[in-house]
Nanobody, 126 residues
Framework: EVQLVESGGGLVQAGGSLRLSCAASGFTFDGYAIAWFRQAPGKEREGVSC????????YYADSVKGRFTLSSDNAKVTAYLQMNSLKPEDTAVYYC???????????????????WGQGTLVTVSS
């Protein structure tokens, strides 16, 4: 069974840092692209960052570029989202998803194939 489990969310003050983890089971990163999305209360879901199969071709949304860094440990089949210089507007539930296409300018979720984690809440206080 393909499964993704996020962790690392929490409460942090503005300017602080958090590192989110996405542990995968049932598959490896060799053949899958991985993305992070977030959804704030009352707002649409936003694609934050992604990498292609084997960790290649990374993309960052303009809203997080220069502050967030996506990485992976293929041996552990875990993806990480290092979030620095956090802002209150980064407050959201963050989701890890497999079954996407990581393009140079956007993330495309493959309908019927995508697998989502349960999400982890990030709260940034001002």
């Amino acid at each position: 069974e393909v499964q993704l489990v996020e962790s690392g969310g929490g409460l942090v003050q503005a300017g602080g840092s958090l590192r989110l983890s996405c542990a995968a089971s049932g598959f490896t990163f060799d053949g899958y692209a991985i993305a992070w999305f977030r959804q704030a209360p009352g707002k649409e879901r936003e694609g934050v960052s992604c990498f292609g199969p084997r960790g290649g071709s990374k993309y960052y949304a303009d809203s997080v570029k220069g502050r967030f860094t996506l990485s992976s440990d293929n041996a552990k089949v875990t993806a990480y989202l290092q979030m620095n210089s956090l802002k209150p507007e980064d407050t959201a539930v963050y989701y890890c998803v497999a079954g996407i296409i990581c393009g140079p300018n956007k993330i495309e979720v493959l309908a019927g194939l995508a697998v989502w984690g349960q999400g982890t809440l990030v709260t940034v206080s001002s």
